[in-house]
C-alpha cells in the first residue's frame, strides 16, 4: 500500500549485453509524486535494472546528465535516484546502460513549489501570516519562507499533565541531563528527542516532525539505519469549517510553538512511538473549508517528505471534525494519499453537513413565524436530533452560506464582500471559497451554488408518528422557505444550480465512498455528545456506513467506536492507534491475490479490531444492542423528511403530492393545502436523486468563469 501504487511507469525491455543471456526489463516509477504532478524541481524515482547493469546506469534529464543522488533500491534489482533542478512544465527522463542508448524513457510535469497543481488558479486575495507563526516576514507574495528546523526534548521530570512537556534544545550545547527516553515501535530505546521543520509549500506552512538526535544520520530514501523513524507517517488534519483567504496559523491540528497534544487526537503518542507526523496550514478547515486545496497541499508536503526522508510504509490520516471531512474527501477522490483512516467526531463530506445546519435555521425561523404553538419536543422530532437546542445553536453557528462568514483573524474586514460598500470583496461562503470547482455564475459573477431544498416534506415522520398535526405540517413546510445567493433567508425554497450541482457529484465533493474509500481501512472513533447542543452528532458515523454499504455492499472496511461522555479520547486513541497498525500491518503482509482492494483490506481486519462503545471507565463493549440502548443514535433534518440514510441526495427528484405518503387520515382541504405548500411535487425517495452518480478521481480544475 505504498504511495508508488499510484504513480506512471516507464518500461521497455532491453537485450542485455552479451555476457547475459535474457532479455531483462529496465523499469522507472516515480516514488514521490505522480508523474503528471511533481513538484518543486524534485524528485524520487525508482529504476529496475538487468543486473549486469545494475552498477552503471545512465539518468539524463532533457537530454543533459541528471542533477541526482544514486543509491540502492528497497528491492532487488532496484535504484532509487533523486532527482533535482527539474524544470518548470514537461521533463523527460531516460535511462539505461552507461555509453549506449537509453533504454526507456518517462516523461514527467513539473509545478512550481508555490502551487497550484491541480486545484486551479490561486484564492485572492490571500494574507500571509508566517510571522504570527514566528518564521518572519514572507519573502515573496505566495508567503514564502526559508526552512527552519528546530529540536525540542521532552523532559524525564515532566508529566503528561502539563501544557507542553517539551522544551526546546539547543544542538550545540551538551544534551541536557534531563532528556527522557522512548521506546518506538521497532523496539529501539531511544532519547526523546524530537527534530521539527517547518516551511512554505503552495503557500500554506507546513510542519514535518519525529524522533531524531542531533548529530546523528537523517532517514533518507536509501537506508533507514541509525534512525529513529519507525518508517510511518501520520498525516494531521485541523477541524473548523470557514472560508479561506489566509495562510493559516492552526498547522492541520499540531500547535505552532511544538505541542502535539491539540487536535491530532492523538497527543504525543505517535512521535513517542517513531511515527513521523506533518501537516500544514491549509490541511487546518478553521483556515479554509477547501478540501481540494487540502488534498493538493497534503500531495505537495508528503512529496517533500519522501524525496527527503524516503518512502513511508504507509500514511495514516488522522483529524477531528473539519478534519474528518478532510479524510473522507481525499481518500475517495485522491486515493492513495492516504492508507488508512482514523476520524474523530466525524462528518461524511462538508456539503451534506452544510445542508442540514442550514436547514436547521430555516426551521428555526419557521417555528418562529408559525402561528402555532410548537413545543421543543415537536421541534426536535421535526429536525430529527436528540433535543431543540442542537438546532437553535448549530442553525446560526455555521452559516456556511453567508458570503460574510470570514474568519476575522486572518481576513481583513475591509477584503470582505458587502453587497453596497465591495460588491467585488472576498465571499466567504462555502461555494465562494471552491469556485474554481462549481464556476461562476454570469449573471453575478458568485459562484455557483449547489444547494436545494426543493420538494423536501420537512417534519414528515413527526406527522406520521402523530407528533405534530396536519395543520402545524403544512404550515411548516409553506412558510419555511430558502436562502438567497447571499445566504438570507427568503420565503422560495433553494434551487440548486445545475453544474454546481453536476459538480458536486462529478467532482467527489458528495462523498458516495465509491473509489478511494472502499480501500482502505477506517476506524470511526465519536465522542458521545447526542444530547447536547455540540454539533458532532452520532448519525454523522452511520450515513458514512450507510453510503460505504450502498457504494460497495459492505461496510467491513470501518469500525465504528464510541466513548462515554468524560473520556479521554486522546489516551484512548493510542489503542485506534495500536490496532490500525496492525491492521495495516496485516494487509502489507497479505500475499494471496484478492479480486479488489476492499476484499483485501476486510479479509486482513484483526479479529480485535471490532465495532465497540466504552464507559467512561474505560471499559469495552462489543455487544451493539447494549452499546444502541447506551448510545442512542438520532437523526437530522433531512433523514426525518424521509429521504433514504445515505443521505447523498443535494436536490431529490419529484412525485405528485401522494396520499399514501402520510399515515393520517388528509380532509380534501388539507391536502390540496398540501399540494399548494409544493406546487412542484414532493421528493421521490425511491429514484436516485438529482444529477447523481459517481466521482471521477485525481481531477484538476481550471476556474470556470
Not at 470570514?406 to 472576498?426: E, F, K, L, M, S
Not at 402523530?466 to 419555511?480: K, M
Not at 412525485?655 to 399514501?660: A, E, G, I, N, T
Amino acid at each position: 500500500m505504498r504511495f508508488t501504487s499510484l504513480i506512471t511507469v516507464g518500461v521497455v525491455l532491453v537485450a542485455a549485453p552479451a555476457s547475459a543471456q535474457t532479455t531483462r526489463v529496465y523499469e522507472v516509477r516515480t516514488l514521490s509524486a505522480r508523474a503528471d504532478m511533481v513538484t518543486g524541481g524534485n524528485l524520487l524515482i525508482q529504476i529496475t535494472t538487468p543486473p549486469s547493469v545494475h552498477d552503471a546506469v545512465s539518468i539524463t534529464v532533457n537530454g543533459r546528465e541528471a542533477e541526482s543522488e544514486l543509491g540502492p533500491g528497497m528491492f532487488p534489482g532496484t535504484l532509487v535516484a533523486r532527482l533535482e533542478a527539474l524544470q518548470i512544465g514537461k521533463n523527460i527522463i531516460e535511462v539505461g546502460p552507461k555509453g549506449r542508448k537509453p533504454a526507456t524513457r518517462l516523461a514527467v510535469v513539473n509545478h512550481p513549489i508555490t502551487g497550484p497543481v491541480f486545484s486551479g488558479p490561486h484564492q485572492m486575495p490571500f494574507n500571509c501570516e508566517t510571522e504570527g507563526l514566528g518564521l518572519g516576514a514572507p519573502l515573496d507574495a505566495d508567503c514564502s519562507v526559508a526552512k527552519r528546523v528546530d529540536y525540542f526534548y521532552r523532559s524525564g521530570n515532566s508529566s503528561s499533565a502539563q501544557a507542553n512537556p517539551f522544551k526546546p534544545i539547543d544542538v550545540n550545547a551538551p544534551r541536557p541531563a534531563d532528556v527522557a527516553m522512548t521506546t518506538t515501535l521497532d523496539g529501539k530505546r531511544v532519547p526523546y528527542i524530537v527534530r521539527r521543520e517547518m516551511g512554505t509549500i503552495n503557500r500554506a506552512v507546513y510542519v514535518i516532525a519525529f524522533l531524531h538526535e542531533p548529530g546523528t544520520p537523517l532517514p533518507n530514501p536509501w537506508t533507514a539505519n541509525g534512525s529513529s523513524w519507525n518508517r510511518r507517517l501520520i498525516y494531521s488534519f485541523g477541524a473548523g469549517c470557514l472560508a479561506g483567504y489566509h495562510q493559516g496559523r492552526n498547522i492541520g491540528g499540531l500547535i505552532s510553538n511544538w505541542s502535539f497534544l491539540g487536535e491530532t487526537q492523538l497527543d504525543d503518542y505517535a512521535i513517542e512511538r517513531g511515527y513521523a507526523v506533518a501537516s500544514s496550514s491549509l490541511n487546518s478547515f478553521g483556515t479554509s473549508c477547501a478540501d481540494v486545496i487540502s488534498a493538493e497541499t497534503m500531495m505537495m508536503v508528503k512529496e517533500h517528505f519522501i524525496e527527503q526522508f524516503g518512502v513511508p510504509l504507509y500514511t495514516i490520516g488522522s483529524g477531528r471534525s473539519g478534519g474528518s471531512m478532510q479524510q473522507h474527501l481525499i481518500a475517495n477522490n485522491y486515493p492513495g494519499l492516504l492508507d488508512g483512516l482514523i476520524p474523530t467526531a466525524a462528518f461524511a463530506d462538508t456539503v451534506t453537513f452544510i445542508t442540514h445546519m442550514s436547514d436547521c435555521e430555516l426551521l428555526e425561523k419557521a417555528f418562529d413565524k408559525s402561528p402555532f404553538a410548537w413545543t421543543d419536543d415537536q421541534k426536535r422530532s421535526v429536525a430529527g436530533q436528540a433535543n431543540w437546542p442542537f438546532c437553535r445553536r448549530n442553525g446560526t453557528q455555521f452559516t456556511l452560506l453567508r458570503p460574510a462568514n470570514c474568519d476575522r483573524q486572518g481576513v481583513r474586514a475591509d477584503q470582505i464582500y458587502d453587497a453596497r460598500t465591495r460588491p467585488n470583496g472576498a465571499r466567504c461562503t462555502y461555494q465562494d471559497n471552491m469556485v474554481n470547482v462549481f464556476g461562476r455564475d454570469p449573471k453575478t459573477g458568485f459562484a455557483r451554488r449547489p444547494f436545494d431544498n426543493v420538494g423536501i416534506q420537512y417534519g414528515l415522520e413527526a406527522l406520521n408518528d402523530g407528533t405534530i398535526t396536519v395543520e402545524q405540517f403544512i404550515d411548516l413546510n409553506s412558510r419555511v422557505g430558502g436562502h438567497d445567493i447571499d445566504g438570507q433567508i427568503i420565503a422560495a425554497r433553494t434551487v440548486a444550480d445545475p453544474d454546481a450541482l453536476r459538480m458536486a457529484f462529478a467532482s467527489g465533493r458528495v462523498n458516495d465512498t465509491s473509489r478511494g474509500m472502499a480501500a482502505v481501512p477506517i476506524i470511526d472513533v465519536r465522542p458521545y455528545t447526542d444530547g447536547t447542543s455540540d454539533v458532532h452528532d452520532a448519525i454523522n458515523s452511520h450515513v458514512t456506513r450507510a453510503r460505504l454499504v450502498a457504494a460497495n455492499g459492505t461496510s467491513g472496511n470501518q469500525v465504528l467506536r464510541t466513548y462515554a461522555p468524560g473520556t479521554d479520547i486522546p489516551q484512548v486513541q493510542h489503542d485506534n492507534l495500536d490496532d490500525m497498525e496492525r491492521w495495516l500491518t496485516a494487509i502489507a503482509n497479505d500475499n494471496p491475490p484478492a479480486r479488489t482492494s476492499l476484499e483485501k483490506v476486510i479479509r486482513n481486519r484483526p479479529a480485535t479490531v471490532t465495532d465497540a462503545c466504552y464507559t467512561s471507565e474505560g471499559e469495552k463493549i462489543t455487544d451493539m444492542r447494549r452499546c444502541e440502548q447506551m448510545f442512542p443514535v438520532y437523526s437530522n433534518p433531512r433523514l426525518a423528511a424521509g429521504m433514504p440514510m445515505a443521505a447523498t441526495m443535494l436536490k431529490c427528484e419529484l412525485k405528485p403530492v401522494d396520499r399514501k405518503d402520510y399515515s393520517v387520515p388528509l380532509t380534501a382541504g388539507q391536502f390540496a393545502a398540501i399540494k399548494a405548500a409544493f406546487p412542484s411535487g414532493v421528493c421521490d425517495y425511491t429514484r436516485k436523486g438529482a444529477a447523481v452518480r459517481a466521482p471521477d478521481v485525481w481531477l484538476s480544475y481550471e476556474r470556470r468563469d
